[in-house]
């Protein structure tokens, strides 16, 4: 094997290490703890959202535990969607996901509003693809969860969005 040869091979070798730490690191959990803001009564309309805004949720696990995700309404209810890949193994901890179906009680903060609501998952598949391509999305990926978001006390007996 020629000098350059074995270079090139070492090389290809540690940008392959390189490039497998940096992925297995971003599957770890990039979340926060608490959330920080004001808690503010949960208005009966998110319409103020646009098309869609950033927002962190928090879920409780072992300790509180907040998300940066993206809320969305639909005709003023407020929904946040997982990305396709939230039910896969995680190296610590479980996914947000699966904790909000558990225990559907969760805090969100919106521009510096924290909202305490209760999450309804979207498991009807029809309405899951109506609800994303409302979003905006072209194709409802698998794997995508959809959750409805109502105040602890309110009813949430909507079958399809208006």
């Known amino acids: 094997m020629s000098q350059r040869h074995y270079r090139s091979c070492s090389l290809t070798i540690r ?20 959330l920080e803001g004001v808690e503010t009564a949960t208005p009966s309309d998110f319409r103020f959202l646009g098309r869609s805004a950033p ?21 003023g209810v407020l929904h946040i969607h997982s990305n396709r890949f ?25 521009a510096g509003n924290i909202y305490r609501l209760r999450a309804t998952p979207i498991d009807d598949g029809e309405l899951r693809e109506v609800i994303l391509h409302e979003r905006g999305y072209l ?20 079958q399809t969005p208006a």
């Open 55 to 75: 927002c962190y949720l928090e879920v409780q696990q072992e300790a509180p535990r907040s998300i940066r995700v993206n809320c969305f309404h639909i005709d």
């Open 86 to 110: 939230a039910k896969m193994p995680r190296l610590r901890g479980e996914s947000w996901v699966d904790t909000l179906r558990r225990d559907p009680q969760a805090r969100v903060a919106i």
């Open 139 to 158: 194709y409802a990926w698998d794997g995508i969860t959809v959750f409805r978001f109502v105040s602890p006390g309110q009813s949430d007996n909507r």
């Open 15 to 34: 940008l392959l290490v390189i490039a497998s730490l940096v992925l297995f690191g971003s599957c770890g959990r990039g979340d926060s703890g608490r």
